[in-house]
Each structure stands twice: as C-alpha cells, then as structure tokens.
C-alpha cells in the first residue's frame, strides 16, 4: 500500500529537526513529506490520512514557539479519518514536572477534532515527576518520548522500535514485520 505520510514538527535547538530527519531517514522507503511548522501552515495537515508531528516542550510545560504561533488553527480542523503519531522532546531531570506536557496537550487537541491517535510508548525508562503525556492509566505516553538531554543514546534505538510500530499501527505494513 502506498500513501504519502506528512512528517511534520517545530524545532528550536535543533533536536527535533534531528529527530525528524532520523525518521525521515527510517521512513525513506515510503513517500514521506516533511515540513517545519515554522515555515508550513498547520492546514496542511489536512492533506494527509497519516501524520507524523513531533513537538518539544519548553521550560515549565510550554508549547514551543511555532507551534505556539500556529496553535489556534488546530481549532478549526477537521481531523476525522487521520491517523496520527506524536514524538516529543523534553528534560526529564531539568524539567521533570512538566516532562513531554506540550506532546500532551497535542495530543488532545487532536484527538478532540477526530483523529485516531497511534504509536503510545511504555513509560518504562524514565525518571520524571509528572506529565500531561501520558495515557489515563499512566502507563504510557501518548507519543514516542524523547529526551536529547539525559537520554540521547538511547534515542536511535527508540525511533527504530517507534518507527515500525507507527507503520504497523498506521496499517501501511504487517505488525511484526
């Protein structure tokens, strides 16, 4: 099956963009769009039934600024029939009671508007005090967590692991395979 996957994220150090380049680079056997939401408009998302969106959160639970810029145009999508997986960024230990909340608040917005949301990741592995990221259960989080500045070897592993389930969750390719 083939369908172009839109790849989208907002970066202001730099380790996002990393990080989606990485998944870019993992995903280079499909069609896959990337896109700065620093330089896209967030209606583009409406373009694909699969979305990719990573996000970082900043300083004690904040958005970060692009995504901040654009957020009030996820309001008005209609995001029914989009399957989408989230990756975010965050401090653990400089940040720990507000580890990945941005990635959560993401999260909602987008569920709320109808999509289906995929690719939750186990919270086995990190060391945080609280997060608006996580499932009802607080056993997962509601996206692939990543954390560039305490865990950052581990990162390669994680988007490899992320990366094939996504594509089985997205039904693109046999879970397993």
């Not at 990485?22 to 039934?49: G, M, P, R």
């Not at 401090?91 to 909340?101: M, R």
């Not at 939750?120 to 560039?148: H, N, R």
Request: proline fraction near 1%.
């Amino acid at each position: 099956m083939s369908a172009t996957i839109g790849l989208f994220y907002g970066s202001t150090t730099g380790n996002t963009d990393d990080v989606a380049q990485q998944l870019l680079e993992l995903l280079s056997e499909y069609d896959v769009e990337l896109h700065d939401v620093a330089d896209s408009d967030l209606s583009l998302l409406a373009s694909y039934e699969y979305l990719i969106l990573g996000i970082p959160t900043w300083d004690f639970g904040e958005l970060q600024e692009d995504w901040l810029d654009q957020w009030g145009q996820l309001d008005s999508l209609a995001m029914a029939g989009k399957h989408c997986a989230l990756f975010g960024l965050g401090d653990q230990i400089g940040y720990g009671e507000w580890f990945l909340d941005a990635m959560g608040l993401l999260h909602d917005q987008l569920q709320q508007r109808g999509a289906t949301m995929v690719g939750y990741w186990p919270v086995d592995g990190y060391k945080f005090e609280a997060s608006k990221a996580l499932t009802s259960d607080s056993k997962q989080f509601v996206g692939l967590a990543l954390d560039e500045d305490t865990q950052h070897i581990d990162t390669a592993e994680r988007l490899e692991q992320w990366a094939a389930q996504i594509l089985a969750e997205f039904g693109l390719v046999e879970a397993g395979s």
